[in-house]
Structure formats: C-alpha cells, structure tokens
C-alpha cells in the first residue's frame, strides 16, 4: 500500500465520519470476490467474507450515492455537485460475484461494474499470481529451479517470505516467461494434490461467458481487466499491451456488448508504463481506473483515474473515502511523469 494509503488508513481509525465527510469529494472503489467462508486467508486474500462485505455494502448505501459508471462523465464536470458520488466496482470476474456478491449489491439496488480479465474468462485458468502463491504454501518442502527465477525457490519454514519474494520476482518478468515459471511450479505437483488443492480453493473460479452476461442481464456494467492478469508494466512488449487491451476489448464486445471502461491488473505504479496508457486510449477505451488511492479530479488523466481498494473489514469506510483527495497531488505526480 502507499504511504498516503497508510496514512489515510491509520487516520480513518481515529477521525470520525461525520468530522470528514464533508470533506468528500466523487471516487471510486473496488473489490474483488466474496465467499460464505475463506479456508486460508495467505491464499485468498482477494475475498471478503460475506458478512463483512454485506456490511461494507450496507454503509456504502448509507453514506455515499453510489452510481452507475456512465454517470462518470457528468460527475468528472461537475465534482463539486456530486461530493459523495461513488462508483463501486470488482475486479478479475471470480465465479462468487455472481453467486455472492450480485445478490447482495442487488438487494440494497446498488449498481456496480465488474472487471473480467478475459482470457481467464475464456479458459477458465486460475489468475498466475495465485498458482505461485499455492505452490509457495502448499508444495512438499524442498529446493525447486524454477525457470526465469534468480534463485531455487526453498520451501521450508519460512514460506510467507518465499510466497511474497517469488511474487515479487515474477511481476518483473515478461509475461510469457512468467507464465513457463508459473507451468513450471505446477509441474512439480503430484496432478491428484493439484486438481484437489483447485477444488479446494474454489474462490478463485472465474466467471464463464453466460455468467458474466447473466450479470450484464442483472444491470452490471462489464469492463475489460486487461487479457491476461498480468502487470502492464515496462517488462512488456508493446504488442503484448496491445493484445492486452485490443482483445480484451474485443472478446467482451464480441460476447456482451459495447465496453467502454478498463482497469489494469495490480494497477500500481510499478504495475503501469507509458505505453500501457497508451495502448488502453488507442485500443477506444473512454475511462481506465488504477489502485492509485485518490479521488476523481476533472483535470486527472481520465485512463489513469484513481481507485481505493476496500480492505477485508472496513469498519471505518466513510472516513477513508471521505480523506481520499489527500491522495491527489501523488496521482497527479504520476501522471505527469508518464505524460506524453
Ligand atoms: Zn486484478
């Protein structure tokens, strides 16, 4: 997390709401996945338990107006009319937004957009980032080479520490050497241990294309995640950020309608080159949101807005959101340094 994240967090603990909620200005947050339960929280750190994540639902209602994305437009004109306006979003498309979380956004008639990476939507291919931590929590200890890694992962004791590292290493590689890194590492499961450690962790299901337009059908606004969940980072050629963006597009429009918003994958600085932006305005994207926490300034770069991502248990929302502007002169920083 940033340090404008941290210090927004740690000073939403102290401040009460109605201190700072006039201080509001329009923004947008997101989510990923909500499950009944989580079996291993190391390993499925996207989801929010769904208690917390009616509860989270509950207080956006009551706090904010939360609007449909299209909305967006209006509101980036004109922020000073629209000082509590939200847009609530979930990235990746994981299998339990239809079958959790849609029910509950739709029960309190809060509209929301949903992020599909769309080759895991395609395939059905569990996002890389998880397969790597699986392997770090859950291979028989050992010494494994894996290709492209500086060094023999050493599963022991100690395996938060490698899961992060190897994270860590694989984010700097392109993505088809991360990809043979991640096929690797799941080479080295015995194929039984694998398909019951992935039905284990069905959280991280994705969607399928009739789920995803059973959603559309619901009201919920689909945007492209990029094609395949990877950083969009300077480790990436520019045709494999083309292909990110064009056939995102492309296959989303091909199977559910006209998409108009994006969000990269990780959405970090270090996850986001200047070609990246570029490819996602050229691709005909309107809107491209990061993980930057900030609100949404007119004078931003509209495929570089800002977004907050809701942590598990978020007792103290309406402040966090309500101190996001603080944010800002760090997004605007950013934007110019990629500018051009
Ligand atoms: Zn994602």
Not at 70 to 86: F, G, M, Q, S, Y
Not at 244 to 269: D, H, M, W
Request: charged content about 25%; overall charge neutral; aromatic content about 10%.
């Amino acid at each position: 997390m940033s340090r404008i994240g941290q210090i927004a967090r740690g000073l939403g603990r102290f401040i009460p709401a109605e201190a700072v909620r006039p201080l509001g200005r329009p923004a947008a947050v997101f989510f990923h996945g909500v499950e009944a339960a989580t079996i291993d929280p190391r390993l499925q750190e996207n989801h929010h338990e769904t208690a917390d994540f009616a509860a989270i639902a509950r207080r956006l209602k009551a706090d904010f107006d939360v609007l449909p994305l299209p909305a967006i437009t209006d509101v980036l004109k004109n922020p000073d009319r629209h000082p509590h306006a939200l847009f609530l979003m979930s990235d990746d498309g994981y299998a339990n937004t239809l079958s959790v979380a849609a029910d509950i956004l739709e029960d309190l008639r809060l509209p929301w957009t949903l992020f599909a990476s769309t080759h895991h939507i395609d395939t059905g291919a569990r996002n890389p980032i998880f397969l790597a931590r699986l392997f770090a929590f859950e291979a028989p200890a050992g010494r494994y080479a894996i290709p492209h890694l500086p060094d023999p992962l050493i599963l022991g004791d100690d395996r938060g520490a490698v899961a992060d590292r190897t994270v860590w290493q694989l984010r700097a590689l392109d993505m088809t050497s991360a990809q043979q890194a991640v096929d690797a590492m799941m080479a080295r499961f015995d194929p039984a241990v694998l398909e019951s450690l992935l039905a284990k962790f069905s959280s991280e299901r994705f969607l399928n294309w009739d789920q995803v337009r059973e959603l559309k059908r619901r009201g919920v606004e689909i945007g492209a995640h990029a094609h395949r969940h990877w950083p969009m980072n300077e480790f990436q050629s520019p045709s494999m950020l083309r292909k990110q963006t064009v056939l995102a597009k492309a296959r989303i429009e091909a199977e559910i309608g006209p998409c108009r918003y994006f969000s990269y994958p990780f959405g970090n600085k270090s996850d986001i080159s200047r070609s990246a932006w570029h490819s996602v305005r050229d691709a005909g994207f309107d809107y491209a949101f990061t993980t930057l926490a900030g609100s949404l300034d007119p004078n931003a770069n509209p495929f570089l807005l800002p977004r907050f991502g809701i942590e598990a248990r978020a007792a103290h929302l309406t402040a966090l959101i309500s101190l996001l502007r603080a944010g800002n002169p760090r997004v605007a920083r950013w934007q110019r340094e990629l500018a051009g």
